[in-house]
T-cell receptor, first 116, second 114 residues
């Protein structure tokens, strides 16, 4: 199973709403990532979790709150977003353990978020 | 200067053509290199990893020159299905860390026409 599953696929939310994006992988990968991608731009890193601990926060606004409940799950909690936060949010995972460092990342299909 | 820079494109080529994409990276501590492919409104998918010795997968050949910090992708005998955005990706590890940070180039759009 080389799959990263993201839900929901599409989300429309108001600026006062609270919602969560979910990501799941069962490949035993120890590194998980959140990326944001705007139209016609490459993915931009938001957060990295390594062994369920937040390792990188790329100066993301606090209205985005990541959570890693266990080694297979990654959530992104959204609150008080702005219309400019509308984008494709991609989750990824990679092996990245002590012995296997130079491994590729597998991406989920993404959640297409629209903030109204 | 961006950490990873690619040919801006777009490339429009006929079926059967050979097309080459180039990419440079600025951080000499970068350790792993990849080409990803992204179709419209889809997620990036790994096309191939790139090794110093060069590697080939069917019609695709990737090269890495660490001294010049340069990566290339060659596609031979282009197919209509090769139309996509090609992303150069560089992975770098922090000192003592067990995770890598992936940085994407801006992507090159390829359109293969009949």
């Amino acid at each position: 199973d080389t799959e990263v599953t993201q839900t929901p696929k599409h989300l429309v939310m108001g600026m006062t709403n609270k919602k969560s994006l979910k990501c799941e992988q069962h490949m035993g990968h120890r590194a998980m990532y959140w990326y944001k991608q705007k139209a016609k731009k490459p993915p931009e890193l938001m957060f990295v979790y390594s062994y369920e601990k937040l390792s990188i926060n790329e100066s993301v606004p606090s209205r985005f709150s990541p959570e890693c409940p266990n080694s297979s799950l990654l959530n992104l909690h959204l609150h008080a977003l702005q219309p400019e936060d509308s984008a494709l949010y991609l989750c990824a995972s990679s092996q990245d353990s002590g012995r296997t460092m130079n491994t590729e990342a597998f991406f989920g299909q993404g959640t297409r978020l629209t903030v109204v | 200067r961006k950490e990873v820079e690619q040919d801006p494109g777009p490339f429009n080529v006929p079926e059967g053509a050979t097309v080459a994409f180039n990419c440079t990276y600025s951080n000499s501590a970068s350790q792993s290199f990849f080409w990803y492919r992204q179709d419209c409104r889809k997620e990036p998918k790994l096309l191939m990893s790139v090794y110093s010795s060069g590697n080939e997968d069917g019609r695709f050949t990737a090269q890495l020159n660490r001294a010049s910090q340069y990566i290339s992708l060659l596609i031979r005998d282009s197919k209509l299905s090769d139309s996509a955005t090609y992303l150069c990706v560089v992975k770098r590890f922090g000192g003592g860390t067990s995770y890598g940070k992936l940085t994407f180039g801006q992507g090159t759009i390829l359109t293969v026409h009949p």
